[in-house]
């Protein structure tokens, strides 16, 4: 009896430990006082990051075989708590092998899966779709479409694959993507390494076949097309093509069906001429060519998916200007603000990687990306859904792009560095900046800075 007794007070109180550390923020609130969210954060000693360490890799063999008795949230929360203990052993490999692995993982369903509902004041609808949560994962991370449901299973609301060339190619040569850890930053000159449009359309039909929209005019069911989440599919051009126009279209031929948005990257530093292609004439050339290939396929009630352009955050005031003229009149259904910088921001000047060639991403993008965005939803009127993308890791940098008018976040490089456990604890933090603020629904908060 005794015995009963004890084991129950012990699974009581564990149990309440469990809960404390799977949610992702005991007071979100918390995390929202402060204008810059990370440099809120109170610096760890030396000794108390390796306990921590520790800690986690204790947690991972003992408390993992008594966690599983748990309710399947509670559980969930966990799992992402204890991911952070593998952090510091990605952070020792090779960039690229790091990512190798983490796709490899994802692919195979080795990672956790995310079971906690969403919170409500993070819904919102879309290009008629509805999105559970606002925070998506940006192009560039899965490539070839190899982990589409793990990396959705982690709960972003949105994942974007690509960007998918028509001819398999392998990129510039390694290395290729470089690590600026003390400044949250990546450069990386990848160069659109991927496996091409045949073998990612195969992935997607085997894998995600379900996303097929109906193409019957008389299917009633159009509500329950796709599975679970949002899937971007992000198009590029190879690098020795001369006719980008008929290498996008390839692209909308080939993987449209699957889309539940579609995005022309124009914006990659890496292959040569690309960025050419924002200019206003090439691109309005470019989206007239792209629409026609979507439009003349065959879409049910449906209709077909939603077509985007993802914009460098390089453009001068008047290349903004023209992309808005082209934006409003040929009805763009979104703008992705925006792909990785070619210049170096003063914070990590002092750091010898920032010589590499490529295009830098993370926390010393999100002034110029956040700049070019507000710009942008002022230049659009607030018309065109905007996508905002460029040195996101906290729930205050996802909420200060919502005010500076994204209906949607993305992010890459913060999750590379945070990994799982960042999705829940962004979500958390952002839900709780928008109660602070006094906003009802995420609709309330798109462009606030801008009114
Ligand atoms: C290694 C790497 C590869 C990328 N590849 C692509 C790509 O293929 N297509 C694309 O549109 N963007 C690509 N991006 C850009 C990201 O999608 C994103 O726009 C950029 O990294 C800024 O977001 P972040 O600061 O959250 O990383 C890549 C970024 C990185 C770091």
């Known amino acids: 009896m005794t015995g009963r007794f004890a084991f129950r007070f012990m699974k009581g109180s564990l149990t309440q430990k469990l809960k404390q550390m799977a949610s992702p923020v005991a007071n979100p609130r918390h995390y929202c006082s402060s204008s810059s969210s990370s440099s809120a954060k109170p610096k760890l000693s030396q000794s108390s990051r390796k306990e921590r360490l520790l800690a986690g890799a204790a947690i991972g063999v003992v408390g993992g075989a008594y966690a599983s008795t748990l309710d399947k949230e509670t559980f969930s929360g966990w799992l992402f708590t204890a991911t952070k203990a593998l952090n510091p ?29 969403d919170q409500q004041i993070l819904g919102l609808e879309v290009w008629g779709r509805r999105f559970s949560n606002p925070i998506g994962l940006a192009a560039g991370f899965d490539k070839n479409a190899e982990a589409v449901e793990g990396l959705l299973g982690l709960g972003f609301g949105f994942v974007e694959v690509g960007s998918v060339t028509p001819i398999p190619q392998e990129g510039n040569p390694k290395p290729r993507m470089f690590r600026l850890r003390n400044e949250g930053a990546l450069i990386n000159r990848c ?36 599975g679970q989440g949002i899937l971007g599919v992000n198009i590029g051009k190879n690098k020795t093509s001369e006719d980008a126009a008929a290498d996008y279209v390839q692209g909308v031929h080939a993987l449209s069906q699957y889309a539940d948005y579609l995005v022309i990257n124009v914006s ?11 200019g206003r004439n090439q691109l309005k050339d470019l989206v007239q060519k792209v629409k026609a290939a979507r439009d003349e396929m065959e879409w049910g009630k449906v209709g077909p998916p939603p077509l985007l352009v993802k914009i460098a955050p390089d453009l001068s005031k008047q290349d903004l200007e023209d992309i808005a003229v082209v934006a409003l009149d040929l009805h763009l259904d979104g703008l992705i603000i925006s792909n990785t910088t070619i210049s170096r921001p ?47 890791s906290s729930g205050e940098d996802a909420y200060k792009k919502i005010r500076a008018g994204a209906t ?16 829940p604890q962004i979500k958390a933090e952002l839900a709780g900046c928008l109660e602070r603020d006094g906003f009802k629904s995420m609709y309330d908060a798109i462009g606030a800075d801008c009114r």
């Open 89 to 117: 052993m990605f952070a020792l490999l090779d960039p690229e092998v790091a990512h190798r692995l983490a796709i490899s993982a994802a692919a195979r369903g080795w990672v956790p899966r995310e079971q906690r509902p």
């Open 191 to 226: 160069g659109f390494n991927g496996e091409g449009i045949v073998a990612v359309a195969e992935r997607l039909d085997t894998q995600n076949g379900k996303r097929k929209p109906e193409k019957t005019s008389t299917s009633s069911n159009d509500e329950v097309k796709h």
């Open 268 to 278: 990659s530093p890496n292959t040569p001429g690309l960025r050419k292609l924002q």
């Open 346 to 392: 003063e914070a990590v000047e002092s750091n010898p990687v920032s010589e590499e060639g490529g295009g830098l991403s993370g926390k010393p993008l999100f002034n110029l990306s956040n700049d070019i965005l507000k710009d942008m939803y002022i230049l659009t009127k607030g018309k065109i859904p905007l996508v905002g993308c460029g040195g996101v």
């Open 408 to 423: 949607l976040v993305q992010l890459y490089t913060a999750f590379a560095y945070g990994g799982p456990a960042l999705i």
